[in-house]
């Protein structure tokens, strides 16, 4: 998106507008989650302080807050039971059933960010990636993989 024209010219409108909304969607979910936890919370004890408030089940939201929530939650599992699949790591998907928790502190990652965009928008903080165990086994397999095929070219050529 440094290029938005470039990209434009280069993806298509279909593609450009499928990105956006996929990339925008990730961020404004992060950052609406809290409120929606925050507002199912207030609508929940707020019949303790108010007889005549309605219960969170009776609210006018509380479809639509549990119906998004849980296809959040549902979509990440998914996506994350494809990974492991893929990866032949089915055996660790119990960790998914810790998906709220992902989910609350990818939110306060996203709080964090918006806040540090708006005061400090040239400031950069660089995850570094490959420090799992899974990743480091795959990166000395392909390592490996790698230098068996060098050398067999080397030995081609010599």
């Known amino acids: 998106m440094r290029s938005p024209l470039q990209l434009w010219h280069d993806a298509g409108a279909r593609s450009f507008f499928t990105l956006n909304?996929?990339?925008?969607?990730?961020v404004l979910t992060a950052l609406a989650h809290p409120i929606l936890l925050g507002d199912?919370?207030?609508q929940t004890i707020r019949p303790l302080f108010d007889i005549n408030a309605p219960s969170f089940?009776?609210?006018?939201?509380?479809?639509?807050?549990i119906a998004t929530?849980?296809?959040?939650?549902?979509?990440?599992?998914?996506?994350g039971l494809i990974g492991l699949s893929r990866?032949?790591?089915?055996?660790?998907a119990w960790v998914l059933t810790l998906t709220p928790v992902y989910w609350i502190y990818l939110s306060i990652a996203a709080w964090r960010a918006l806040f540090?965009?708006?005061r400090d928008p040239h400031r950069w903080e660089k995850t570094e990636h490959g420090l799992a165990r899974s990743s480091r086994i795959l990166t000395a397999k392909m390592a490996s993989k790698n230098?068996?095929?060098?050398?067999?070219?080397?030995?081609?050529?010599a």
């Open 40 to 42: 199912m919370a207030l």
């Open 57 to 65: 089940l009776h609210s006018q939201f509380a479809s639509l807050h």
């Open 116 to 118: 540090q965009l708006l």
């Open 147 to 157: 230098a068996a095929i060098a050398r067999t070219k080397f030995r081609d050529i």
């Open 21 to 26: 909304i996929i990339v925008g969607g990730n």
């Open 69 to 79: 929530i849980a296809a959040g939650y549902l979509s990440t599992v998914v996506v």
């Open 87 to 92: 990866r032949g790591l089915l055996h660790e």
